[in-house]
């Protein structure tokens, strides 16, 4: 019995001491909160007067000046953290001349030796993929070596910074590590590097054509969507190619990828691929095709109606429709257009053309 | 030796080694959710959602929104659904047969008209009345569905016959998102290259006491009256801990039914929410688990710590009884339909772990505790076992609550501290000690009607009256 009057004081003593935790942390907090707004008052001076010390429109080769106490500011990490988060702040809104001396600022504060120092040293992932993540927002082109050696990091935020970073320096021609990566690219990666793409002039990059014959499954998929992205016509049998690949979601992005690039021969080489498909392709197809396709291929289409999914089936008729609206009195004219699910199939996609 | 006296040890015993197996494990739940928590932080503090939010990669969602007799609030809770900032989304209110004049307000405030839809029974429901579209581009978002009244379940179901996206997003219809809550949630179907990600769910937060406008949450504070508080403790415990530690393990059993997002297809093959029961969000993530578990398919059910979603908590123990007696039903119903995977290694950790915690330790624990407490009183009353070891047991159980509760607290500070006022802090702490004495034996209470009700073969939803952030209102499902 005496061990529960023990282990309730255990309980009780640990919640009472997380309790002054709590508060003491509370405290400092409020505290910081204080000393912050006073050192992110020196950042911001130091950062106004980089930006708007333009002289003719060129960065000069003067350095900024520093406050003696500024400098003695530079020793207090908390500080450093603080300005250089301001900084990338900053450089991520400017650009131009302004932009050209947050970066000088950057240097003359061995910031990026800093960063450089805790990429190389810090075996943390998240401190790591943040030196990578400044050091590109930075514009730090002298540490690609050792950036690019991280696109194939074991850990997956680093190298997702490190691929991202690479691109934002080095723009399309930034993509060639997808040559080497031994790991799958996620979606949410492949979004982050087409929108960092998005911000670059397009350009005729090449690549692609090997990236469609990748072992790595997800680079073929972002060969794809570079393809249509950036219209790649020219690569249009090595995409056709990716029609008959094993895994369902490259034969889905190859559908997408031959809408954007499409010829006379698409829609029916779409239409024969059609019968092999999984259902969530064959939809994929029949979308596709509602841009793609012209009135001969309705009756291929119109046959498809026979196959069992009602989903499908109301997506065949509304592609049947688009292509060619008249083409709706044919579908009214089959056996089955005054019997369910046809019939309202017909009623619903009539009202949408209205 | 007596009989009785080996009674009494016996059932000592078990008592006391069940009270030590199942505080060993929420230490552990505790200490593994703090891992998750802080890796999720790190992470999120490399994310920028406008990427996805302006992307045409974004995964497609249809957020389904059952309503009944919601009439006081509807239009302002469409409006707020549809301004959530997605890209690639369709918000359908399904009206599941209303009494008031909720599809005529609809119809007047969005300039809706009926159309000829074609509605794919893949998922058998209670008829459809009608389907109305907005004959005004900038609401090309809205579908309204009225159908006849079948409950939650089946107005949910018939969300999903109409959707046209990959995932659905279900939700309550009086809830208020966070404006990144459909991006934040959509992340995690994206960033798995080995598993299928096939339900997401988020925090949700008390919006009791926060101020909102136009449907919008605009400043947060900690509700004034006790019941609200007390679970805003509660839902700080159950998702910052307990819900991070599950996901991180990948046994979470339960998306809460007021936010959660689901892979439609893996919906529409399990056959969609079950109608039979009134758990219906519990039973259809794991019956979505158990389908892929079956099929041998690689997959994970996510969670994420951020506050996505703020909802209106029960202020009065009446109301708030009816919720936990729900609750209890809907579980026992869950586990009873299931019930081929207890320790069953063919359903690997869903089977070994996650079904086995809610059998004992969230189904047999309110009952546990009600009959351990009376038996104690009567041995304590009859001299077979002593006052101060009935007291001893209790006071150490009691205290460790309080210590979890505290912890909880200290992980909010530590994350995402929504309560920056060190007096709501405080007052926070209060409520963790009063809890154990005020409110959990209220919890373990209504927890036993629940099982009572049950076995009485009671299942009704319980009428859920909400005094509502504007102007009072009724909703009864």
Redesign the interface.
């Known amino acids: 019995?005496i061990y529960?009057?023990v282990?309730?004081l255990i309980?009780?003593g640990?919640?009472f001491l997380?309790?002054c935790?709590?508060?003491i942390?509370?405290?400092i907090r409020k505290n910081r909160r204080k000393k912050y707004a006073k050192s992110k008052l020196m950042a911001d001076l130091l950062i106004r007067n980089a930006i708007f010390s333009e002289h003719d429109d060129a960065v000069t080769d003067e350095p900024f000046p520093i406050t003696g106490r500024t400098q003695k500011m530079l020793s207090n990490p908390h500080f450093k953290r603080l300005l250089t988060k301001e900084l990338l702040a900053a450089k991520n809104n400017i650009s131009g001349v302004s932009a050209l001396n947050l970066k000088k600022l950057y240097i003359q504060l061995n910031l990026d030796k800093d960063a450089e120092e805790r990429l190389r040293n810090c075996k943390k992932w998240?401190i790591k993929?943040?030196a990578i993540?400044e050091l590109g927002v930075m514009e730090q082109k002298e540490y690609l070596n050792k950036i690019y050696r991280c696109t194939n990091n074991k850990n997956e935020?680093v190298r997702?910074?490190a691929q991202t970073t690479i691109v934002k320096l080095y723009g399309f021609e930034g993509l060639r590590f997808l040559d080497i990566i031994s790991y799958?690219?996620?979606?949410?990666q492949?979004?982050?590097l087409?929108?960092e793409l998005s911000q670059l002039p397009p350009e005729n990059f090449s690549g692609i054509e090997k990236w469609l014959k990748s072992k790595n499954n997800?680079v073929i998929v972002f060969a794809l969507?570079l393809a249509r992205n950036y219209h790649r016509f020219e690569l249009y049998e090595q995409v056709v190619e990716c029609l008959t690949h094993e895994m369902e979601n490259i034969r889905l992005e190859t559908i997408y990828t031959l809408e954007k690039i499409y010829n006379a021969d698409t829609a029916n080489i779409l239409l024969e691929r059609y019968e092999h498909e999984t259902l969530?392709n064959q939809k994929t197809i029949v979308n596709v095709l509602q841009n793609i396709a012209s009135d001969e291929n309705i009756p291929t289409l119109i046959n498809f109606l026979e196959q069992g999914d009602?989903?499908l089936k109301?997506m065949i008729v509304r592609t049947v429709a688009n292509i060619n609206p008249a083409s709706i009195f044919q579908l009214k004219e089959l056996p089955e257009a005054n019997s369910h699910?046809l019939s309202?199939?017909i009623?619903?996609i009539?009202?949408e053309l209205i | 030796m007596s009989w009785q006296s080996i009674v009494v040890d016996t059932f000592t015993n078990i008592i006391l080694v069940y009270s030590l197996v199942l505080l060993s494990l929420y230490i552990f739940i505790g200490l593994y959710s703090i891992g998750e928590v802080r890796k999720h932080l790190l992470k999120n503090s490399f994310t920028d959602y406008r990427a996805l939010a302006s992307s045409s990669l974004a995964p497609s969602i249809s957020i389904l929104a059952p309503a009944y007799n919601e009439g006081a609030n509807i239009i302002e809770n469409v409006r707020s659904l549809l301004s959530i900032y997605y890209n690639n989304l369709e918000v359908i209110i399904i009206n599941d047969g209303s009494k008031d004049d909720s599809l005529e307000k609809l119809i007047k405030a969005y300039s809706l008209c009926k159309t000829d839809h074609f509605v794919n029974q893949q998922i058998q429901t209670k008829a459809v009345r009608g389907v109305y579209k907005s004959s005004k581009k900038i609401y090309r978002k809205l579908i309204v569905v009225d159908k006849e009244n079948g409950g939650k379940a089946d107005a949910l179901n018939v969300g999903i016959n109409i959707s046209q996206k990959d995932y659905i997003v279900c939700i309550d219809v009086d809830c208020i998102l966070e404006q990144d809550a459909l991006l934040k949630l959509a992340k995690p179907f994206l960033e798995s290259t080995k598993h299928r990600i096939i339900a997401t769910g988020g925090v949700i937060r008390i919006a009791n006491g926060c101020k909102i406008e136009d449907g919008r949450l605009v400043q947060i504070n900690l509700p004034n009256e006790f019941l609200p508080r007390v679970q805003t403790l509660e839902y700080i415990r159950a998702f910052l801990l307990g819900r991070m530690a599950w996901s991180r393990l990948n046994g979470l059993l339960l998306i809460s039914g007021a936010f959660g997002a689901f892979d439609r297809d893996i919906v529409v093959k399990c056959g969609g929410y079950n109608h039979n029961t009134v758990g219906e969000d519990m039973e259809l993530v794991v019956r979505m688990r158990r389908y892929m578990e079956e099929l041998k398919l690689p997959y994970k059910v996510r969670f994420i710590p951020d506050p996505l979603c703020w909802t209106e908590a029960p202020a009065t123990f009446k109301i708030l009884g009816r919720q936990r007696n729900r609750w209890t039903r809907g579980t026992i119903e869950t586990l009873q339909m299931h019930k081929v995977m207890f320790f069953n290694p063919k359903y690997g950790l869903l089977g070994m772990l996650s079904y086995p915690y809610w059998f004992f330790f969230e189904f047999l624990a309110p009952i546990i505790e009600f009959v351990g407490m009376i038996c104690f009183l009567l041995f304590a009353l009859s001299g077979l076992t002593n006052w101060r070891f009935f007291f001893g047991l209790l006071a150490m159980v009691f205290s460790f609550g309080i210590m979890y509760s505290v912890f909880a607290i200290l992980m909010e500070v530590l994350t995402y501290n929504q309560y920056k006022r060190k007096k709501d802090i405080l007052r926070l702490v209060l409520t963790a000690l009063l809890e154990p004495f005020l409110f959990h034996p209220f919890g373990v209470w209504s927890a036993i009607k629940g099982n009572i009700d049950l076995l009485r073969k009671k299942n009704s939803w319980g009428e859920m009256t909400r005094q509502g952030f504007t102007t009072p209102k009724s909703a009864k499902n």
């Not at chain 1, 799958?184 to 949410?188: A, I, K, P």
């Open positions: 019995m529960f009057e282990v309730t309980f009780l640990i919640a997380m309790i935790f709590i508060m942390n509370l405290t998240h993929a943040k993540q935020l997702m910074e799958q690219l996620t979606e949410w492949q979004i982050k087409l929108k997800s969507k969530k009602n989903d109301r699910p309202q199939i009623k619903q009539e009202g």
